[in-house]
Nanobody, 121 residues
Framework: QVQLVEFGGGLVQAGGSLRLSCTAS????????VGWFRQAPGKEREFVAR???????SYADSVKGRFTISRINAQNTVYLYMASLKPEDTAVYYC???????????????WGQGTQVTVSS
């Protein structure tokens, strides 16, 4: 069992930056693939970025070039650095962990409770 907690959400103006963190319990976190997802009101949860246990990364087209995912396994933490934020980035952001490298939310076994990111226009 893995417990995930997100931090770093808040209110930011368009064009600004935020860094989200996802901290996990457990000593084997380094063996998990970790993804970031987001869900806006009235919309489905969507993939944002993922990082494998070997540090390979992948991004949704909507955030490519603006967001960066990274991990520090010794701290059981994954980060999502968000730059050049747009109002359409407004959503609750979730981190998730799983044994399968995937994009679909259903492939992830463990989820955090989410952190709100609001980008004002």
């Amino acid at each position: 069992q893995v417990q995930l907690v997100e931090f770093g959400g808040g209110l930011v103006q368009a064009g600004g930056s935020l860094r989200l963190s996802c901290t996990a319990s457990g000593r084997t976190f380094s063996s998990y693939h970790v993804g970031w997802f987001r869900q806006a009101p009235g919309k489905e949860r969507e993939f944002v970025a993922r990082i494998s246990w070997s540090d390979t990364t992948s991004y949704a087209d909507s955030v490519k070039g603006r967001f960066t995912i990274s991990r520090i396994n010794a701290q059981n933490t994954v980060y999502l650095y968000m730059a050049s934020l747009k109002p359409e980035d407004t959503a609750v952001y979730y981190c998730a962990a799983g044994r399968t490298l995937a994009t679909a939310p259903s492939e992830y076994n463990y989820w955090g409770q989410g952190t709100q990111v609001t980008v004002s226009s």
